[in-house]
C-alpha cells in the first residue's frame, strides 16, 4: 500500500526495545510480554506464546509432555531477562525464589551452548526457541499452560511519523480479516 516506505528492523530484547520507544530511537515495536502496558498504546497481534523449558533431550524431565511448577525447582535455570520482574511470578505461581536461576539472558541464541552442555536448562517461549528444537534440544512447556502475548506498541501521548500511522492502520486492517 506503500511502496516508498523503509522500515528498518532489528532484533532486540523487550527492555531494550523499550528503550528505544522512550528515548525516541523507535516509533514502534514488537514487544512480548511481559512489559509496562501503562506506558505504551499496542495491538495484540494474536501470538499466543507458550512459557517451557528448552533440554537436552536426555535430560530426565524430557520424557514429560509438560513441567510443573514442582519440576522446576529441581532444575537449574538460565532465565529470559524480561522475566525476572514482579509480573513474573504470578503467572507460574512460583516464587522466584524457589527456583535455581543460574542467570539471565536477553537473546536465546547466547545460551544454546550452555543448554546443549547440559549446564542449566532455559526458561523460555516456544517461539523463541521451535528452529533449536531437534538438534539434541527438545521444548516441554509449562503446566498450568501460561502464554505470552506479542504486541506492537508504540509510546503513549507521542505524535507518529506519518508512516508509523500507516504501518498500524494496515496492521489493524490485517487483523480484522
Not at 25 to 53: C, H, T, W
Not at 143 to 159: E, I
Request: aromatic letters at 8%; charged letters at 25%.
Amino acid at each position: 500500500a506503500h511502496p516508498a516506505v523503509k522500515y528498518m528492523i532489528s532484533t532486540k530484547d523487550t527492555e531494550t526495545s523499550m528503550h528505544d520507544l522512550d528515548e525516541d530511537i523507535a516509533d514502534l515495536a514488537v514487544l512480548r510480554e511481559p512489559f509496562d502496558s501503562a506506558k505504551y498504546n499496542y495491538i495484540s497481534l494474536g501470538m499466543q506464546d507458550p512459557l517451557g523449558i528448552l533440554m537436552r533431550e536426555d535430560d530426565p524431565h524430557a520424557q514429560l509432555s509438560a513441567i510443573a511448577p514442582e519440576e522446576m525447582k529441581e532444575m537449574n535455570l538460565l532465565v529470559f531477562q524480561c522475566y525476572i520482574n514482579p509480573r513474573f511470578p504470578k503467572k507460574l505461581d512460583i516464587s522466584r525464589r524457589e527456583l535455581s536461576i543460574r542467570g539471565t539472558y536477553t537473546l536465546v541464541q547466547g545460551i544454546l551452548p550452555l543448554v546443549q552442555s547440559g549446564f542449566a536448562n532455559a526458561l523460555c517461549t516456544e517461539g523463541s526457541v521451535l528452529r533449536y528444537t531437534g538438534d539434541r534440544l527438545v521444548f516441554r512447556p509449562v503446566t498450568p499452560l501460561t502464554a505470552y502475548d506479542t504486541v506492537l506498541a508504540w509510546r503513549k501521548y507521542h505524535v507518529l511519523p506519518d508512516q508509523a500511522e500507516a504501518l498500524i492502520e494496515e496492521v489493524r486492517k490485517i487483523l480484522r480479516r
